[in-house]
């Protein structure tokens, strides 16, 4: 294990660890990414996860990138 990965993985434990969050409205979900050391590595990272959606037909893509750590990382939401 390389030392940046001991620290990504620390920084996760203590919950300082950068994710990216992308929520779609269909189907209706939320999913994390991560984690990652720096909110950069992040966002670098972020549009191949986009497009890996974008090609199973998801829809309405929203992201952020945000400090904090998931419980799940996909949350199925109820369709009302």
């Known amino acids: 294990m ?5 620290w990504t993985n620390i920084l ?5 660890a950068w994710w990216v969050e992308v929520l779609t409205t269909q189907p209706k979900c939320t999913y ?3 984690p990652f050391a720096e909110a950069g590595e992040a966002t670098v990272a972020m549009s191949g996860y986009v497009e890996d959606l974008q090609a199973e037909s998801a829809q309405g893509i929203k992201t ?3 400090r904090f ?3 799940r990382l996909t949350i199925e939401h ?3």
């Open 32 to 34: 994390y990414f991560g």
């Open 2 to 6: 390389k030392i940046s990965e001991i």
């Open 78 to 80: 109820e369709v009302e």
């Open 12 to 16: 996760d434990f203590l919950g300082q």
């Open 64 to 66: 952020q990138v945000k």
């Open 69 to 71: 750590k998931p419980d």
